[in-house]
T-cell receptor
Framework: ETGVTQSPTHLIKTRGQQVTLRCSSQ?????VSWYQQALGQGPQFIFQ???????GRGNFPPRFSGLQFPNYSSELNVNALELDDSALYLC?????????????FGPGTRLTVL | DQQVKQNSPSLSVQEGRISILNCDYT??????FLWYKKYPAEGPTFLIS?????DKNEDGRFTVFLNKSAKHLSLHIVPSQPGDSAVYFC???????????FGTGTRLKVLA
């Protein structure tokens, strides 16, 4: 059983650009959640996808969007990047879509917006 | 809107002694509480959890205590080991929902 992987590891973008971050979930895990972790803060929930549909969303604007694919991969897209988007982005996969299902986190993608 | 607070950003403990990490919350709807551990350059990993119907859960060296009336939980590590040095997050949530609210984390350093 492989773990959760994310790509790229690091990324530098400029304000106004668009970015796509990728995640590969554990095989068989139907749920993927994305989190933003700013420096010195805990992870903040962005949204969750369950079987390719958005299952819930945190307090993030629509320029944060996602996709989940049948092959257990997923994407986080951020449009019109702002300086405050600089953070570590974590994805987490789980079998089910509720908190009782253990989430397995990837190592994250460090995004820097200049 | 800080529903979850870990008021100690850092903690240093001697190897073999007890580490106590604290977490306070305000949302009375939380009924399940998790602790995650995070090493540098790795994602958080699940450590231990407790349901609101219990006041204590133990797993080896790790014990979590829940005081619902005080809206407070704590993680005890006994004995502490250098490999326990990491950032610890509490993450409560409400049953039937899908999102955790993570605390700000406490960086534990266990000194050999």
């Amino acid at each position: 059983e492989t773990g959760v992987t994310q790509s790229p590891t690091h990324l530098i973008k400029t304000r106004g650009q668009q970015v796509t971050l990728r995640c590969s979930s554990q095989s068989g895990h139907n749920t993927v959640s994305w989190y933003q972790q700013a420096l010195g803060q805990g992870p903040q929930f962005i949204f969750q996808y369950y079987r390719e549909e958005e299952n819930g969303r945190g307090n993030f604007p629509p320029r944060f969007s996602g996709l989940q694919f049948p092959n257990y991969s997923s994407e986080l897209n951020v449009n019109a990047l702002e300086l405050d988007d600089s953070a570590l982005y974590l994805c987490a996969s789980s079998l089910g879509r509720f908190g009782t299902d253990t989430q397995y986190f990837g190592p994250g993608t460090r995004l820097t917006v200049l | 809107d800080q529903q979850v607070k870990q008021n100690s950003p850092s903690l240093s403990v001697q190897e073999g002694r007890i580490s106590i990490l604290n977490c306070d919350y305000t949302n009375s709807m939380f009924d399940y509480f998790l602790w995650y551990k995070k090493y540098p350059a790795e994602g958080p990993t699940f450590l231990i959890s407790i349901s609101s119907i219990k006041d204590k859960n133990e797993d080896g060296r790790f014990t979590v205590f829940l005081n619902k009336s005080a809206k407070h939980l704590s993680l005890h590590i006994v004995p502490s080991q250098p490999g326990d040095s990491a950032v610890y997050f509490c993450a409560p949530y409400t049953s039937g929902t899908y999102k955790y609210i993570f605390g700000t984390g406490t960086r534990l350093k266990v000194l050999a």
